[in-house]
Every structure is written in C-alpha cells, then in structure tokens.
C-alpha cells in the first residue's frame, strides 16, 4: 500500500471499529505503518489500544473496517495465520519456559511457520533437517537484533524481567 505523502506501508488499517454490547472500544480508526519505521500507539487507559492490537493480531474481529498487511487483507484471518504472516504480539505477563534456554524458547516460537510434518521431524533428514537449520538461522539473527547473544544457553526463568520481554519479543 501506497500512502498519500509515497510512502510504502506494511500495516494499513482502515476504518476499523469494535464494540463489546454498548461499549465502543474502537470507532473508525485508520493508521498507516510505514515499512522500515518504528511505530508506537499511545493514549491513556481505556482508549482501544490493546482492541486494536488484537484486532490487528486476530484475536478480535473488527465489526467494521480493514486491517492489511502486505498490501493482502488478514482482518478476519486466525491469529495462528497472521502469525505465519509475521505479525505476532507479547502479554504484560511473561509466558516462557522458564527451564528452557534462550535459545530453545525462541525456536518454540517458530513451530507456527514449520512446513515439514510431525513424523518426518522425528526421522530428522532431508527437508525436516533443512527446514531446522533455516528457523535456527533466522533465530540466530534474531537473539543478535535483540542483543542476547551472551544469553542463548541461559535458562529464561533466571533473566531479569527486561531480558525475558526481549526473549519473548523475539519469540
């Protein structure tokens, strides 16, 4: 999607209202996300933001209006498919393995975008081996975005709260 100012836009949503019985929650709301910019939706309590987020994520359906991400509509899509999209969201409460590595909890996450079977990754060769080393390097890449590479072996349950947002984020 194009913005009117030429800029190109990954997240386009348009119009997008929602209402729990009475309570308007989000009322014809439209933002451009501009591709390669960092974002940020504030306002005070009470004002949509994490209606928006979850319509944005597919865990509510707007009542009206669109949502787009790559120029291809995903409003109305299942959280899991948005997810395979690359739009994924964390919780104020922290959900890791808290026994498991840095490592390991951000391999979990990639489990939504794994194409090979559930049988031919127990026999690990071929297209289950390749599909593995892909995820790891994508979460390779990651875990050095997120500025955790001294922590990758490290149990998530003994980072600080900080550090286990990041493991989460990248997740």
Known sequence: MVEPNGHDSILSVRGVSKFFGGVRAN?????????????????????????????????????????????????????????????????????????????????????????????????YWGAAQREEVAHREKVEELIDFLRLNDLRKAPTGELAYGLQKRVELGR
């Open 27 to 123: 009322n014809d709301v439209s933002i451009e996300v501009p591709r390669g910019k960092i974002f940020a939706i504030i306002g005070p309590n009470g004002a949509g933001k994490t209606s928006l987020l979850n319509m944005i994520s597919g865990f509510y359906v707007p009542d009206a209006g669109e949502i787009t991400f790559n120029s291809k509509k995903i409003s109305g899509l299942k959280p899991s498919e948005i997810a395979r999209q690359g739009i994924a969201r964390t919780f104020q409460n922290i959900a890791l393995f808290r026994g498991m590595s840095v490592l390991q909890n951000m391999m979990l996450g990639r489990h939504v975008l794994m194409k090979t079977s559930v049988l031919s990754s127990f026999v």
